[in-house]
């Protein structure tokens, strides 16, 4: 018994030994002097057209510690006030003093720490020092910023929808790499969006699920027809031919195909509320286009599927003037991002061109060019 107690006293004696030496290891390392930052510009607009080159570049000096060390230093971003609760970061090798951001590095830091596209946002910049666990922090400047609307395709996660009606909708056959896709806006694993099929008689409406651009771990019907997936499962047959919303939850197994074949309606169209004037699916642009349409700038129009009101596009939460040739992100009412029911006008009556981009479903996108 006295052994024991001896062996007890030797491994708690070790214990507070070891802890005493952890506590020890982490007050050891102290800064002695703190990095500083600076930038060679205060306000920058950013521009896709220059997405890979240079738009800003940081000088520092790093933060110095009363041992040797070897950090990890990145540039971090935050918004103005928000005190990078929110951060993006930029990382820099641990041997460089200076470095440059790209248009589209720092765009995507943008995007991530919730700046608006197209306007200016006050920013925040400062040097993160990092030593195992322990962060050092430099001063703080502040930087005006314009970003751009970043390409969704880039951003959001997506699978494929290869099959054999691909080809007539300005793909190719049954190729994932080079087929329509469905997006994931949230970042859940649940995809969606529209896919357009020609002719569904025979086998020319087949389609599968695919997802990083590949074969391996495709899915496809698990043979019940009840919207249930399966990998490597059966080929699906659409209905009908037409414009289908495809949803798919990737982890539970399931889909959903409905129709949707988009028209314009309202008063300030030819027919008014009474009809609507449908839609061409173009596959050289892979867009919806009516070609040429009068609209007169004293009425609204809004877009809807199937000559009925379940799916529209509409302006997010109140009405809008649209300005030709410029492009605009369009909400679908089914997805629950659209508040009351707005419409679109124009301010000048006359002839239109109005085309819908729906192949990103992360930003489905709008744009009417005066004839």
Same mark, same amino acid.
């Given at each position: +018994?006295?052994?024991? /107690? ?5 491994? /708690?004696?070790?214990?507070?030994? /070891?802890?005493?030496? $952890? ?55 935050? +918004?103005?006030?928000?005190?990078? $609760? ?9 041997? +460089?003093?200076?470095?440059? @951001? ?7 830091? +943008? ?88 002719? @569904? ?8 699920? @695919? ?22 499962g059966s080929d699906i047959v659409p209905a009908a031919a037409g414009t289908y919303y495809m949803k798919v939850d990737w982890a539970a197994n399931t889909y959903s195909a409905t129709l949707a074949n988009f028209g314009v309606i309202g008063d300030a169209t030819p027919t008014g509320w009474g009809s609507d004037t449908d839609f061409v699916y173009n596959p050289a642009t892979k867009t919806y286009v009516i070609n040429s349409i009068a609209l007169s700038n004293t009425g609204v129009f809004k877009f ?8 529209? /596009? ?58």
């Open positions: +018994m006295k052994n024991l /107690f001896k062996i007890l006293a030797l491994v /708690f004696t070790g214990l507070i030994v /070891f802890s005493c030496e $952890k506590d020890e290891d982490q007050a050891v390392i102290n800064e002695t002097s703190a990095g500083k930052i600076s930038a060679d510009k205060s306000a920058i607009v950013l521009n896709e057209l220059n997405a890979n080159d240079a738009v800003i570049s940081f000088i520092w000096t790093k933060p110095t510690f009363n041992i040797a060390v070897v950090p990890n230093q990145k540039v971090e971003f935050g +918004m103005k006030g928000d005190g990078f $609760k929110k951060s993006a970061t930029i990382d820099f090798s641990n041997d +460089m003093t200076s470095g440059s @951001a790209t248009h589209a590095a720092l765009n995507a830091a +943008m995007f991530a720490i919730g700046a608006v596209p197209d306007v200016v946002n006050d920013i925040e910049v400062r040097l993160k020092t990092s030593v195992g666990s322990a962060a050092f922090y430099s001063n703080v400047i502040a930087l005006k910023v314009t970003p751009y609307t970043p390409n969704p395709d880039l951003v959001y996660p997506k699978i494929n929808v290869p099959g054999a009606y691909a080809g007539a909708a300005g793909y190719a056959n049954w190729t994932p790499s080079n087929s329509p896709n469905l997006f994931s806006p949230e970042k859940n694993d649940k995809y969606r969006g529209f896919i357009f099929i020609k002719d @569904a008689s025979g086998d020319n409406g087949k389609y599968k699920f @695919a997802i990083n651009q590949d074969w391996p771990g495709n899915k496809g019907d698990d043979g019940t027809n009840s919207g249930k997936l399966k990998v490597d809807r599927a199937n000559d009925d009101w379940a799916i529209k /596009f509409q302006p997010k939460d109140a009405e809008q003037t649209l300005v030709s040739g410029t492009g605009v992100q369009t909400y679908l009412s089914s997805e629950g991002t659209v508040t009351g029911d707005p419409g679109y006008k124009v301010s000048q009556a006359g002839n239109y061109k109005i085309e819908l981009d729906l192949h990103n479903s992360a930003y489905y996108k709008l744009t009417i060019t005066k004839l």
